[in-house]
């Protein structure tokens, strides 16, 4: 009994093992395919000048890029490079460690340059996921000085995935500032050719570039002196209002960086794979929140995506809402490390005023008349004219609604004023309608059209009316039942 289970489990390693091996193959197989039916659809992008289908197949990289293998670009550059393109086809096969094993050479016509540029983007992308960065950096130079040479516009979408991926490989070597005046000339020209996609990826590049070295006052220079492309995607477009916000986070103008960052966390894609642009964001939303005297809600630091990334920002929240200055010292020095990574520390530095303004706040709303002196020892404040001090500047800010008696040495409260009497709802409102307004616009400027689309209508519109003829001809001669065509509710 016990010889006839071992037969049954060895036969049943074997069908598993059968089974992973008939899956790889299936695998293979319909990455292949997959990547053959792309180079269709950009000749047929090239036929009818349609970048939409160019765009299809751009879509399809993240999940081409899981099953990429040296094995399977290599059989992929072998089938489609012919003799023509030997040079190519060997180039691309050294980089990938592979060998041409192609035994018969059938004809082939020239390789379509926007399928030749795709080749070199998936090589590209393979080579960052094996962490290839040398050799990634030596393609890409190359690959960008021969879509320059080719100058085609039907190439200009994967002109864009091309110069990102480029930037990576030097970002990850730290020699960013190389390539910048590459990036400035391709920014120009691709201004110059009205190459959207490329341009705001470049735009978005070239203030990453600015950022990574702390050249805060050239990419501020440069958002002025360029203009972001109102039909760029919604992925350029959350890098571009993100990097916005932190320019206008350090220029102290914390209205417009809130605004900036909540436009880059809306037209985020809202996914686990863009978790890390969504935590940096997210980041500098609530220090800025912060700085404008706001209070993040507690259900931002419970979302699974952001709850460990935001937990030292969540100390400095604490410390802030409760006016704690010794809390806010102590959370700063426990976290430093962490700010200074995040590049967050400097704004972090200017909430000591906005910690202590909270503080006075609270008072004023719990004592009706309280002493400087109490006020120095809540606050943790060295002297009492300290406190007197920062006390004036409150009320003369408006923070506060009180009366400061210097001679007797205490502040005063008075009455609370109905909100309602302000203009703080109404400005309230007209901000949740200006952003209404905006998505509405936002909307109809990404609406797409196929071009003749208006032909075919009207040949729609021919056959309609020939079968309202024939329809109105059957009634009349009362061949038709009532139900007939009739469509089910």
Known sequence: ??????????????????????????????????????????????????????????????????????????QVIVDYYGPNDEQIKNELLIYLNEK??????????????????????????????????????????????????MNRRTMDPLAARIYFYHARFYELTQRLAEIRPTQLAAHRTATLRHDVETQATLLNLLLRNYFYHNLYDQADKLVSKSTFPEK?????????????????????????????????IRKAPQNNITAGFQQTVYKFFIVVQLLMGEIPERSLFRQPMLK???VPYLAITQAVRIGDLAKFQEGLGQFDATFKKDKTYTLILRLRHNVIKTGIRMISLSYSK?????????????????????????????????????????????????????????????????????????????????MDAHRKELASAEEARERERELAQEIAEGDLDDDDDMPDF
Request: hydrophobic share 35%; aromatic share 6%.
């Open 232 to 264: 760029a995607g919604n992925n350029q477009a959350a890098r571009y209002a993100y990097y916005l916000g932190r320019i206008k986070a350090l220029q102290l103008d914390y209205t417009a960086a809130h605004t900036f960052l909540t436009q880059a």
């Open 100 to 149: 041409d094993t192609s035994t018969t050479e059938g004809e082939k016509p020239n390789a379509l340059p926007e399928v030749d540029m795709y080749i070199h983007l998936n090589v590209l992308i393979y080579l960052l996921d094996q962490n290839e960065i040398e050799k990634g950096i030596e393609l890409s130079n190359k690959t960008i000085q021969r879509m320059n040479a």
């Open 1 to 74: 009994m016990s010889e006839v289970n071992k037969n049954d489990q060895v036969q049943a390693m074997d069908i598993v093992e059968e089974d992973e091996e008939t899956k790889q193959k299936r695998l293979v197989k319909e990455t292949m395919n997959d990547m053959k039916r792309n180079f269709s659809l950009l000749e047929r992008s090239v036929e009818t000048i349609e970048a939409r289908f160019t765009t299809r197949v751009l879509r399809t990289l993240p999940s081409i890029r899981r099953r990429l293998t040296s094995e399977i670009l290599a």
């Open 370 to 450: 309280i002493s400087l002196r109490d006020i120095c020892l809540k606050l943790h404040l060295d002297s009492e004219e300290d406190a007197e001090f920062i006390v004036a500047k409150a009320i003369r800010d408006g923070v506060i609604d009180a009366s400061l008696d210097h001679t007797k040495g205490f502040m005063k409260s008075k009455e609370i004023v109905d909100i309602y009497s302000t203009n703080e709802p109404q400005n309230t409102y007209h901000q949740r309608i200006n952003f209404c307004l905006n998505l509405h616009n936002e909307a109809v400027k990404a609406m797409r059209f196929p």
């Open 308 to 310: 460990k990334a935001l």
